[in-house]
Nanobody
């Protein structure tokens, strides 16, 4: 009933930019925090950036100053603007939303299917 769909991933050169988008749809009552996580082969999944419903943000130290998270509450969407990309940014990026569904009584986490970001020459 709830689906998160990411878009915007792809292949870029080091120093390039990408903008990831994630739109949540379905039986959503309210979205609390939204976040982007990433996982590279052989590594643990890590939080990249998060944003609350009020717009407060947090970033992993590795992306501070390079990535910017934003959201459009009216569209149930979250975005990740990535600049000055490095090869180590290569990973599958996942959208996450902490939300309450119309059929539930408490908030829970939902995940998108992931989108591949590859930074290479």
């Amino acid at each position: 009933q709830v689906q998160l769909v990411e878009s915007g991933g792809g292949l870029v050169q080091p120093g390039g930019s990408l903008r990831l988008s994630c739109a949540a749809s379905g039986s959503i009552f309210r979205i609390n925090a939204m976040a982007w996580h990433r996982q590279a082969p052989g590594k643990q999944r890590e939080m990249v950036a998060a944003i609350t419903s009020g717009g407060s943000t947090n970033y992993a130290d590795s992306v501070k100053g390079r990535f910017t998270i934003s959201r459009d509450n009216a569209k149930n969407a979250v975005y990740l603007q990535m600049t000055s990309l490095k090869p180590e940014d290569t990973a599958v990026y996942y959208c996450n939303a902490d939300l309450r569904t119309t059929w539930g009584t408490k908030s829970q986490g939902f995940w998108g299917q992931g989108t591949q970001v590859t930074v290479s020459s």
